[in-house]
């Protein structure tokens, strides 16, 4: 079964609002490994909308199951990452304009940046995954600059309204995988998963990871972080693909 990464940023968010010390994503961090998640995920942002230094330290010092930190390729990011040493470092474009991370990194365009950012990130340690569009280019690209793994961007399966769309966009999916796997790289995926539409992806043969936030997040004001994250197994072990 795909292993599951729980996104805290949001938590974040709700405390930023309001400047205090609640809720704390270090906390949501505990519960989500108690109810079952194979790694936390974190989007150390250059402008600290939502995660915070304090927030990054703690999380390295507490999480038991894989630290996966989001990063733009900016060398004061890169530096913060190389001295924290998170189990994993995800490269994602970055706007200050942007609500969410949106669209996948311009690996192509951006290769000299990206590859001596990885250079350096695996220098410390880290596995190096890119999130990229399920595009061909993108995929070959992210091999070549030295990433282990690629997060592939789920946003145009997500945002799809019609079952031609859907069927499109999962097609593009499936042929990443198959291109992802070809070119040496681990597979992982996400953005815009929910409850509602995790099944049809989480059937695709080949991803080994899905990290998600926001829908666990908005479902934990009801029901708990920690039963959140266990509904959200409870569907990925449903549709693991069988054989």
Not at 5 to 31: L, S
Not at 36 to 55: K, M, N, P, S, V
Request: hydrophobic fraction near 40%; aromatic fraction near 4%.
């Amino acid at each position: 079964m795909a292993e599951l990464g729980v996104n805290i940023d949001h938590v974040a968010t709700v405390r930023q609002a309001r400047r205090t010390d609640e809720p704390d994503p270090v906390w949501a961090a505990a519960e989500a490994e108690l109810g079952g998640a194979d790694g936390i995920t974190f989007h150390l942002r250059e402008d600290r909308r939502h995660i915070q230094d304090r927030d990054a330290r703690l999380l390295k010092e507490t999480v038991g199951v894989k630290l996966n930190m989001e990063m733009a390729i900016a060398p004061a990011i890169v530096r913060i990452a190389c001295e924290l040493k998170p189990d994993q470092c995800t490269l994602v474009p970055e706007k200050r304009e942007e609500v969410t991370t949106e669209g996948g990194l311009d690996v192509v365009r951006l290769r000299r940046r990206v590859a001596r950012a990885v250079g350096r990130l695996r220098d410390a340690g880290a596995v190096t995954s890119a999130f990229i569009e399920p595009d061909a280019e993108q995929i070959r690209a992210s091999a070549a600059c030295g990433f282990e793994a690629i997060e592939l961007w789920t946003g145009g399966y997500a945002h799809a309204r019609t079952p031609r769309t859907v069927e499109r966009e999962l097609r593009r999916l499936a042929d990443a995988i198959a291109l992802g796997h070809d070119c040496g790289l681990i597979v992982h995926g996400g953005h815009g998963l929910t409850y509602r539409n995790v099944g049809p992806v989480a059937s695709l043969p080949g991803f080994v990871e899905f990290n998600i936030g926001h829908s666990i997040i908005s479902r934990a004001v009801y029901v708990g972080v920690r039963e959140a994250v266990r509904q959200m197994k409870e569907l990925l072990v449903r549709f693991w693909p069988a054989g």
